[in-house]
């Protein structure tokens, strides 16, 4: 089950990147033009994102249905305990995980938009003063 996580913070660390990318001003970035269309191009397979996360959040919540209950500390010896307590944390790790994803990718999408109506509107602005 570690691929999926590795998987998951890899396709998170370049919406990261594009969404970074897309918000640097227009002068500092020559390859302005190429990056939106490489953008615009990677929102439809980064859709696969969303029912992948739903997925990884099912797993954590099945995890957490199934841990084993500990009454007393004296039903459970110290390396149970131990390991119990690294999986609840293993699963708060993957959640936030899951969480920064989905809201990369709602930020690449939405900015993404924005940086292709700025690009059109400014073409626009740009034939009306040519054609004056």
């Not at 199934?66 to 307590?85: A, D, G, I, Y």
């Amino acid at each position: 089950m570690a691929l999926e996580w590795v998987l998951l913070s890899y396709v998170a660390a370049a919406e990261a990147m594009m969404v970074l990318l897309l918000t640097l001003p227009p002068t500092m970035n020559p390859l302005r033009k190429g990056v939106i269309s490489v953008t615009r191009n990677l929102l439809k397979p980064f859709l696969s994102v969303i029912p992948f996360c739903l997925f990884l959040l099912m797993d954590i919540y099945w995890k957490y249905e199934t841990r084993p209950s500990f009454r007393s500390s004296e039903s459970c010896n110290p390396s149970e305990l131990m390991r119990h307590q690294k999986s609840v944390l293993k699963s708060q790790r993957n959640a936030l995980l899951i969480a920064s994803a989905l809201l990369l990718y709602w930020l690449l999408y939405a900015v993404t938009n924005l940086v292709i109506q700025a690009e059109m509107l400014n073409e626009r602005v740009e034939k009306l003063n040519n054609s004056d």
